[in-house]
């Protein structure tokens, strides 16, 4: 089957550090994404991993484990405006490289 | 400037009157898709297009239709809108269904009521 977890929903404080995991048990992996979606909005693209390893673009870090089926998004100096939800998301060669979606993690990041 | 277009945004229909929520993307994408968002369930794909005629079922297709005469068009039909489709849609495009980096655009999302 097809599967994407990550956690419902996690709270932070401005100026910290947070760790968002994700693990995955697809049929294919073509590439791992992240991306953010705001309250009412659509989601916009944060990161893409397809080999293992760190990604660090600037204070958002995606790291991927593909032996593990694991991925996590790393948010650093947390500001108000990263409130939102993150969604993880993997592409699978099957189905005209599908992308499958998570439900998301919504992150509340108070003062 | 890049973008994906959908229209309606809002729209409270009644049941079984037929619906199309039209998309739009002016960046020459070969791949276009349409999900719905539900709380719980994350986005879910309901029909893909690797190119003009091209049309495929993704994962929840019941109750819809989609058409790709153009390149940049890819409408969503609902013949006989339930109160179950009642859902938050999204249009989105990529440049082409192959290659593995290419980053999903998303339309502002439509929201659809039906009662």
């Not at chain 1, 080999?51 to 790393?74: A, C, T």
């Not at chain 2, 369930?41 to 790709?68: A, C, F």
């Not at chain 2, 489709?85 to 980096?101: I, P």
Request: with cysteine; charged share 20%; glycine share 10%.
């Amino acid at each position: 089957g097809q599967n994407i977890d990550q956690p419902t929903e996690m709270t932070a404080t401005e100026g910290a550090i947070v760790q968002i995991n994700c693990t995955y048990q697809t049929s294919g992996f073509n590439g791992l994404f992240w991306y953010q979606q705001h309250a009412g909005e659509a989601p916009t693209f944060l990161s893409y991993n397809v080999l293992d390893g760190l990604e660090e673009k600037g204070r958002f870090s995606s790291f991927l484990s593909r032996s593990k089926g694991y991925s996590y998004l790393l948010l650093k100096e947390l500001q108000k405006k990263d409130t939102a939800s993150y969604l993880c998301a993997v592409r699978d060669p099957a189905g005209g490289f599908k992308t499958i979606f998570g439900a998301g993690t919504r992150l509340f990041v108070k003062a | 400037e890049a973008q994906v277009t959908q229209n309606p945004r809002y729209l409270i229909t009644v049941t079984g009157k037929k619906l199309t929520v039209t998309c739009s993307q002016n960046m020459n994408h070969e791949y276009m898709s349409w999900y719905r968002q539900d709380p719980g369930l994350g986005l879910r794909q309901i029909y893909y297009s690797m190119n003009v005629e091209v049309t495929d079922k993704g994962d929840v297709p019941e109750g819809y239709k989609v058409s790709r005469k153009e390149k940049r068009n890819f409408p969503l039909i609902l013949e006989s809108p339930s109160p179950n489709q009642t859902s938050l849609y999204f249009c989105a495009s990529r440049k082409d269904g192959r290659s593995s980096g290419n980053t999903i655009y998303f339309g502002e999302g439509s929201w659809l009521t039906v009662v």
